[in-house]
């Protein structure tokens, strides 16, 4: 297993401002990271796929970043869609985990 | 338009078997791997499994392994899990998604998910 820890679990913040959730994981996983969006009541959507890469149809504001162990989303111009819950995933091995979740919530 | 469509979910005692089912369209299926993911309720993501485009390739988390058997029909456009041995920790919303290549991949299609309920 590949254990990936999110930072932070909860996240408070403003319409217009930008903010960074951070997943990191116990071994170099190269740039096998997906990001992920769930609104309440609702299905996963994926936002960026090998690290860094916007998937069709996510707005720019969204991008991805980082290598190996570390990997970062950043939400520019926070949006009122966006305050969601955002997850990332580990596709380098098998079993292909989650982190645990961050919780994005409107100050 | 692709769409994934779950059934088969329900109210199951401990112990028992039941089998879920992803109706998918839209998308050539029988070209990428296909996934399963639950969610307890109030709980992150769990990965389940994950089978590859010919169905050779099946993999899952320990949590189920030698308990849950996953399978597709190609001809059916049709993913499936067949769920054993039922506990209380597998009660959670299924979810079936297509993943973006063959064998893995980020999962880019999520259908909105079949409840499965665990009591006695």
């Known amino acids: 297993d590949i254990p990936l820890t999110q930072s932070p679990s909860f996240l408070s913040a403003s319409v217009g401002d930008r903010v960074t959730i951070t997943c990191r994981a116990s071994?170099?996983?190269?740039?096998?990271v997906a990001w992920y969006q769930q609104r309440p009541g609702k299905a996963p959507r994926l936002l960026i796929y090998?690290?860094?890469t916007l998937q069709t149809g996510v707005p720019s504001r969204f991008s991805g970043s980082g290598s190996g162990t570390a990997f970062t989303l950043t939400i520019s111009n926070l949006q009122p869609e966006d305050f969601a819950t955002y997850y990332c995933?580990?596709?380098?091995?098998?079993?292909?985990?989650f982190g645990q979740g961050t919780k994005l919530e409107i100050k | 338009e692709v769409q994934l469509v779950e059934s088969g979910g329900g109210l199951v005692q401990p112990g028992r078997s039941l089998r879920l089912s992803c109706a998918a369209s839209?998308?050539?299926?029988?070209?990428?791997?296909m996934h399963w993911v639950r969610q307890a309720p109030g709980k992150g993501l769990e990965w389940v499994s994950s089978?590859?485009?010919?169905?050779?390739?099946?993999d899952y988390a320990d949590s189920v392994k030698g308990r849950f058997t996953i399978s597709r029909d190609n001809v059916k456009k049709s993913l499936y899990l067949q769920m054993n041995s039922l506990r209380d920790e597998d009660g959670a919303l299924y979810y079936c998604?297509?993943?973006?290549?063959?064998?893995?991949?980020?999962?880019?299609?999520w259908g909105q998910g079949t409840l499965v309920v665990i009591s006695s």
């Open positions: 071994q170099a996983i190269y740039t096998y």
């Open positions: 089978i590859s485009w010919n169905g050779r390739i099946r």
């Open positions: 998604a297509k993943g973006v290549g063959i064998l893995a991949g980020a999962l880019d299609f």
């Open positions: 839209g998308f050539t299926f029988d070209d990428y791997a």
């Open positions: 995933q580990q596709l380098s091995l098998y079993p292909h985990n």
């Open positions: 090998d690290a860094s």
